[in-house]
């Protein structure tokens, strides 16, 4: 993967330490896992770098509380808790809770095993409904992560939903952020940056 040595310089621009081999070598066997698991199905998950991207960004930040909105299969949430599970953190997902797949077989989450459930709060209901329930019984995230409804109004909705909650060294992240121009126009109403990482994710900082 090439998102190993471009997080050199993302995370410089981020104002965060990375050391590549002990990242890379620790999202090995994260990876082996989403591979055997997800079998080739076409689950419509996040590419590879992105959960590369995901990991990172939560390990080397020392992240102990993520928000992420958006589960499908779960390999999203698998990587994330992989990391945060190091710092005995927490993440709070919330998902409408359909049955996900090509054919609609499988549930929700399904890519995460059972030993890191204990570190997971699955929210079931849409973001417009739960995400500020959920962010009262978090109080400030170090991450929030967007992969829901991807329309200008939705992705708008969740980041000025979060945005007050966040401290001066939270990070967003948003997946399909190129499919419409709200999470630009929030980094540049709010004065933030606004950094790809690979594929259509972006990370929006302070």
Same mark, same amino acid.
């Given at each position: 993967?090439?998102?190993?040595?471009?997080?050199?310089?993302?995370?410089?621009?981020?104002?965060?330490?990375?050391?590549?081999?002990?990242?890379?070598?620790?999202?090995?066997?994260?990876?082996?896992?989403?591979?055997?698991?997800?079998?080739?199905?076409?689950?419509?998950?996040?590419?590879?770098?992105?959960?590369?991207?995901? #990991?990172?960004?939560?390990?080397?930040?020392?992240?102990?509380?993520?928000?992420?909105?958006?589960?499908?299969?779960?390999?999203?949430?698998?990587?994330?808790?992989?990391?945060?599970?190091?710092?005995?953190?927490?993440?709070?997902?919330?998902?409408?809770?359909?049955?996900?797949?090509?054919?609609?077989?499988?549930?929700?989450?399904?890519?995460? *095993?059972?030993?890191?459930?204990?570190?997971?709060?699955?929210?079931?209901?849409?973001?417009?409904?739960?995400?500020?329930?959920?962010?009262?019984?978090?109080?400030? *995230?170090?991450?929030?992560?967007?992969?829901?409804?991807?329309? #200008?109004?939705?992705?708008?909705?969740?980041?000025?939903?979060?945005? *007050?909650?966040?401290?001066?060294?939270?990070?967003?992240?948003?997946?399909?952020?190129?499919?419409?121009?709200? *999470?630009?126009?929030?980094?540049?109403?709010?004065?933030?940056?606004?950094?790809?990482?690979?594929?259509?994710?972006?990370?929006?900082?302070?």
């Amino acid at each position: 993967m090439t998102a190993e040595t471009d997080w050199i310089d993302l995370a410089g621009r981020l104002g965060l330490d990375y050391e590549p081999e002990s990242v890379s070598a620790e999202f090995i066997p994260v990876l082996a896992h989403v591979r055997s698991v997800i079998d080739n199905g076409n689950y419509w998950q996040v590419s590879e770098d992105e959960l590369f991207d995901l #990991y990172c960004l939560c390990r080397i930040s020392a992240a102990k509380v993520v928000i992420e909105t958006g589960v499908g299969p779960g390999t999203s949430s698998y990587s994330i808790l992989s990391a945060i599970s190091r710092n005995n953190g927490r993440l709070h997902s919330i998902d409408l809770g359909e049955k996900y797949g090509e054919d609609s077989e499988m549930p929700v989450g399904f890519v995460v *095993p059972g030993s890191f459930r204990k570190f997971w709060n699955l929210n079931i209901g849409s973001s417009r409904h739960l995400l500020g329930k959920v962010l009262e019984t978090t109080g400030k *995230p170090d991450i929030f992560f967007h992969d829901s409804e991807h329309t #200008y109004e939705n992705v708008m909705f969740e980041l000025e939903t979060v945005f *007050p909650s966040l401290g001066k060294n939270s990070f967003i992240v948003v997946d399909n952020y190129d499919w419409t121009e709200a *999470p630009k126009d929030f980094a540049e109403k709010n004065r933030l940056k606004l950094d790809r990482t690979h594929d259509d994710m972006c990370i929006i900082s302070r």
